[in-house]
């Protein structure tokens, strides 16, 4: 089994920035491909950014330049970098990652941009 415990949200105000955590236990952090969804009251979940266990990263176009995702498989802990936010971004923020036996997900953090 795969926990995922996010962190770092809150209310910020639009321009500002916030840094997101999602911290794992269980085993095959390192190699596995980690996701951050985020979902906005009345909308479907998105996928906002990924990166590989390589370290490659894709972004969603909404958020590309704004967002930064990383890595550091020391500490099985996966970042959204979040800057130039903006009131649209307002959503909770999940993270996700998948193995051969099961789809795992954080139970999600509050993201609220202010205009």
């Known amino acids: 089994q795969v926990q995922l415990v996010e962190s770092g949200g809150g209310l910020v105000q639009a321009g500002g920035s916030l840094r997101l955590s999602c911290v794992a236990s269980?085993?095959?952090?390192?190699?596995?491909?980690m996701d951050w969804y985020r979902e906005a009251p009345g909308k479907q979940r998105e996928l906002v950014a990924s990166?590989?266990?390589?370290?490659?990263?894709n972004y969603a176009d909404s958020v590309k330049g704004r967002f930064t995702i990383s890595r550091e498989n020391a500490k099985n802990t996966v970042y959204l970098q979040m800057d130039s936010l903006k009131p649209e971004d307002t959503a909770v923020y999940y993270c996700?990652?998948?193995?051969?036996?099961?789809?795992?997900w954080g139970q999600g953090t509050q993201v609220t941009v202010s205009s």
């Open positions: 990166i590989t266990s390589g370290g490659s990263t």
């Open positions: 269980g085993r095959g952090f390192s190699i596995n491909r």
């Open positions: 996700n990652t998948r193995r051969w036996y099961g789809d795992f």
